[in-house]
T-cell receptor, first 112, second 109 residues
Framework: TAGITQAPTSQILAAGRSMTLRCTQDMRHNAMYWYRQDLGLGLRLIHYSNTAGTTGKGEVPDGYSVSRANTDDFPLTLASAVPSQTSVYFC???????????FGEGSRLTVL | GQNIDQPTEMTATEGAIVQINCTYQTSGFNGLFWYQQHAGEAPTFLSYNVLDGLEEKGRFSSFLSRSKGYSYLLLKELQMKDSASYLCACMDSNYQLIWGAGTKLIIKP
Protein backbone atom coordinates (compact mmCIF):
# COMPACT_ATOMS: atom_id res chain seq x y z
CA THR A 1 0.00 0.00 0.00
CA ALA A 2 1.50 3.33 -1.06
CA GLY A 3 -0.32 5.54 1.49
CA ILE A 4 0.99 9.03 0.86
CA THR A 5 3.57 9.83 -1.78
CA GLN A 6 5.50 13.08 -1.90
CA ALA A 7 7.78 14.36 -4.64
CA PRO A 8 10.49 15.42 -4.89
CA THR A 9 12.25 13.98 -1.84
CA SER A 10 14.76 16.80 -1.93
CA GLN A 11 15.36 19.91 -3.99
CA ILE A 12 17.73 22.85 -4.10
CA LEU A 13 16.08 25.98 -5.42
CA ALA A 14 17.34 29.45 -6.26
CA ALA A 15 15.61 32.30 -4.45
CA GLY A 16 12.87 33.85 -6.55
CA ARG A 17 12.08 30.65 -8.42
CA SER A 18 8.75 28.87 -8.14
CA MET A 19 8.32 25.29 -7.00
CA THR A 20 5.49 22.82 -6.57
CA LEU A 21 5.70 19.99 -4.06
CA ARG A 22 3.44 17.13 -5.03
CA CYS A 23 1.40 14.98 -2.67
CA THR A 24 -0.84 12.05 -3.55
CA GLN A 25 -2.74 9.70 -1.25
CA ASP A 26 -4.57 6.48 -2.01
CA MET A 27 -6.48 6.08 1.26
CA ARG A 28 -9.51 8.16 0.18
CA HIS A 29 -9.04 10.44 3.18
CA ASN A 30 -11.06 13.64 3.07
CA ALA A 31 -8.59 15.75 5.05
CA MET A 32 -5.10 16.64 3.85
CA TYR A 33 -2.43 18.88 5.33
CA TRP A 34 0.90 20.51 4.55
CA TYR A 35 3.34 21.05 7.42
CA ARG A 36 6.83 22.39 7.63
CA GLN A 37 9.27 21.11 10.23
CA ASP A 38 12.23 23.18 11.36
CA LEU A 39 14.83 22.30 13.97
CA GLY A 40 13.66 23.16 17.48
CA LEU A 41 10.13 23.94 16.38
CA GLY A 42 7.05 21.80 16.28
CA LEU A 43 5.30 20.88 13.06
CA ARG A 44 3.67 24.04 11.75
CA LEU A 45 0.57 23.86 9.60
CA ILE A 46 0.83 25.73 6.30
CA HIS A 47 -2.47 24.90 4.61
CA TYR A 48 -5.11 22.24 4.95
CA SER A 49 -8.10 20.87 3.10
CA ASN A 50 -11.05 19.20 4.80
CA THR A 51 -12.48 17.88 1.53
CA ALA A 52 -11.96 18.13 -2.22
CA GLY A 53 -12.70 21.63 -3.48
CA THR A 54 -11.98 23.40 -0.18
CA THR A 55 -8.77 24.70 1.39
CA GLY A 56 -7.87 26.66 4.49
CA LYS A 57 -4.95 28.61 5.89
CA GLY A 58 -2.91 27.23 8.72
CA GLU A 59 -0.46 28.88 11.08
CA VAL A 60 2.16 29.88 8.47
CA PRO A 61 0.46 30.27 5.06
CA ASP A 62 2.32 33.29 3.67
CA GLY A 63 4.31 32.55 0.53
CA TYR A 64 2.50 29.27 -0.10
CA SER A 65 -0.62 28.24 -2.01
CA VAL A 66 -2.49 24.96 -2.39
CA SER A 67 -5.27 23.47 -4.46
CA ARG A 68 -7.50 20.43 -3.98
CA ALA A 69 -9.04 19.54 -7.31
CA ASN A 70 -9.76 15.95 -6.26
CA THR A 71 -9.56 13.71 -3.20
CA ASP A 72 -6.16 12.23 -3.93
CA ASP A 73 -3.93 15.21 -4.78
CA PHE A 74 -2.87 18.20 -2.71
CA PRO A 75 0.04 20.13 -4.27
CA LEU A 76 1.85 22.92 -2.44
CA THR A 77 3.26 25.81 -4.50
CA LEU A 78 5.89 28.34 -3.57
CA ALA A 79 5.39 31.21 -6.02
CA SER A 80 8.69 32.96 -5.36
CA ALA A 81 10.93 31.07 -2.96
CA VAL A 82 12.88 32.81 -0.20
CA PRO A 83 15.69 31.37 1.98
CA SER A 84 13.39 31.28 5.05
CA GLN A 85 11.36 28.63 3.25
CA THR A 86 14.26 26.21 3.59
CA SER A 87 12.69 23.39 5.56
CA VAL A 88 11.41 19.84 5.51
CA TYR A 89 7.86 19.71 4.22
CA PHE A 90 5.46 16.94 5.18
CA CYS A 91 2.15 16.17 3.56
CA UNK A 92 -0.36 14.25 5.66
CA UNK A 93 -3.90 12.95 5.45
CA UNK A 94 -6.57 11.77 7.86
CA UNK A 95 -10.20 10.97 8.21
CA UNK A 96 -11.87 14.37 8.60
CA UNK A 97 -11.70 15.64 12.19
CA UNK A 98 -9.47 12.82 13.35
CA UNK A 99 -6.02 13.31 14.77
CA UNK A 100 -4.45 10.12 13.48
CA UNK A 101 -2.48 11.54 10.60
CA UNK A 102 -0.66 9.54 7.96
CA PHE A 103 2.44 11.32 6.74
CA GLY A 104 4.39 11.23 3.52
CA GLU A 105 8.15 10.72 3.67
CA GLY A 106 8.86 14.44 3.47
CA SER A 107 10.42 16.81 0.97
CA ARG A 108 13.64 18.54 1.97
CA LEU A 109 13.77 21.96 0.31
CA THR A 110 16.80 24.25 0.34
CA VAL A 111 16.40 27.78 -0.98
CA LEU A 112 19.66 29.57 -1.78
CA GLY B 1 -2.39 31.50 23.20
CA GLN B 2 -2.02 27.84 22.46
CA ASN B 3 1.07 26.07 23.73
CA ILE B 4 2.48 22.57 24.05
CA ASP B 5 5.52 22.02 26.28
CA GLN B 6 7.71 18.94 26.42
CA PRO B 7 11.37 18.41 27.30
CA THR B 8 13.84 18.91 24.48
CA GLU B 9 15.93 15.81 25.12
CA MET B 10 16.03 12.81 27.45
CA THR B 11 18.50 9.96 27.91
CA ALA B 12 17.67 6.49 29.16
CA THR B 13 19.27 3.05 29.36
CA GLU B 14 18.33 0.02 27.30
CA GLY B 15 15.90 -2.18 29.21
CA ALA B 16 14.79 0.64 31.53
CA ILE B 17 11.59 2.70 31.70
CA VAL B 18 11.25 6.34 30.65
CA GLN B 19 8.41 8.82 31.02
CA ILE B 20 8.08 11.76 28.62
CA ASN B 21 5.87 14.55 29.93
CA CYS B 22 3.74 17.00 27.98
CA THR B 23 1.71 19.95 29.21
CA TYR B 24 -0.73 21.81 27.03
CA GLN B 25 -2.83 24.95 26.85
CA THR B 26 -5.23 25.05 23.93
CA SER B 27 -8.50 26.62 22.85
CA GLY B 28 -10.76 23.70 23.51
CA PHE B 29 -9.74 20.07 23.66
CA ASN B 30 -10.55 17.19 21.37
CA GLY B 31 -7.82 14.73 22.24
CA LEU B 32 -4.11 14.31 22.96
CA PHE B 33 -1.88 12.46 20.53
CA TRP B 34 1.63 11.02 20.64
CA TYR B 35 3.71 10.40 17.56
CA GLN B 36 7.13 8.82 17.08
CA GLN B 37 9.60 10.22 14.58
CA HIS B 38 12.90 8.53 13.79
CA ALA B 39 15.64 10.78 12.48
CA GLY B 40 15.13 11.59 8.82
CA GLU B 41 11.74 9.92 8.70
CA ALA B 42 8.09 10.91 8.89
CA PRO B 43 6.13 10.97 12.16
CA THR B 44 4.01 7.89 12.87
CA PHE B 45 1.00 7.72 15.16
CA LEU B 46 1.48 6.06 18.56
CA SER B 47 -1.49 6.84 20.79
CA TYR B 48 -4.62 8.88 21.42
CA ASN B 49 -6.24 9.93 24.69
CA VAL B 50 -9.47 11.87 25.02
CA LEU B 51 -10.60 10.72 28.47
CA ASP B 52 -8.60 10.85 31.70
CA GLY B 53 -6.55 7.81 32.48
CA LEU B 54 -4.03 5.41 31.09
CA GLU B 55 -4.12 3.79 27.67
CA GLU B 56 -1.77 0.83 27.29
CA LYS B 57 -0.49 -0.51 24.01
CA GLY B 58 2.25 -3.09 24.41
CA ARG B 59 5.43 -1.50 25.77
CA PHE B 60 3.98 1.98 25.34
CA SER B 61 1.36 3.64 27.54
CA SER B 62 -0.09 7.13 27.45
CA PHE B 63 -1.74 9.01 30.31
CA LEU B 64 -4.03 12.04 30.29
CA SER B 65 -5.26 14.44 32.96
CA ARG B 66 -7.53 17.01 31.36
CA SER B 67 -7.94 19.04 34.57
CA LYS B 68 -4.16 19.49 34.77
CA GLY B 69 -3.55 19.89 31.04
CA TYR B 70 -1.01 17.11 31.32
CA SER B 71 -0.06 13.92 29.53
CA TYR B 72 2.83 11.52 29.58
CA LEU B 73 4.12 8.76 27.35
CA LEU B 74 5.61 5.80 29.20
CA LEU B 75 8.01 3.49 27.40
CA LYS B 76 8.93 0.21 29.10
CA GLU B 77 11.69 -2.31 28.37
CA LEU B 78 13.50 0.22 26.25
CA GLN B 79 15.14 -0.99 23.07
CA MET B 80 17.76 0.74 20.96
CA LYS B 81 15.17 1.13 18.20
CA ASP B 82 13.15 3.38 20.53
CA SER B 83 15.75 6.11 19.99
CA ALA B 84 13.63 8.74 18.24
CA SER B 85 11.81 11.99 18.79
CA TYR B 86 8.41 11.80 20.46
CA LEU B 87 5.90 14.45 19.48
CA CYS B 88 2.99 15.49 21.67
CA ALA B 89 0.02 17.09 19.89
CA CYS B 90 -3.31 18.40 21.10
CA MET B 91 -6.44 18.75 19.00
CA ASP B 92 -8.16 22.07 19.62
CA SER B 93 -11.79 23.14 19.32
CA ASN B 94 -11.40 23.55 15.53
CA TYR B 95 -10.12 19.97 15.23
CA GLN B 96 -6.66 21.23 14.31
CA LEU B 97 -3.57 19.64 15.83
CA ILE B 98 -1.23 21.86 17.85
CA TRP B 99 2.22 20.29 18.02
CA GLY B 100 4.97 20.36 20.62
CA ALA B 101 8.56 20.69 19.43
CA GLY B 102 9.25 17.05 20.29
CA THR B 103 11.42 15.22 22.80
CA LYS B 104 14.54 13.55 21.46
CA LEU B 105 15.03 10.28 23.33
CA ILE B 106 18.54 8.85 23.38
CA ILE B 107 18.88 5.21 24.44
CA LYS B 108 22.26 4.08 25.76
CA PRO B 109 23.36 0.44 25.97
Amino acid sequence: TAGITQAPTSQILAAGRSMTLRCTQDMRHNAMYWYRQDLGLGLRLIHYSNTAGTTGKGEVPDGYSVSRANTDDFPLTLASAVPSQTSVYFCASSEEGHGELFFGEGSRLTVL
Amino acid sequence: GQNIDQPTEMTATEGAIVQINCTYQTSGFNGLFWYQQHAGEAPTFLSYNVLDGLEEKGRFSSFLSRSKGYSYLLLKELQMKDSASYLCACMDSNYQLIWGAGTKLIIKP
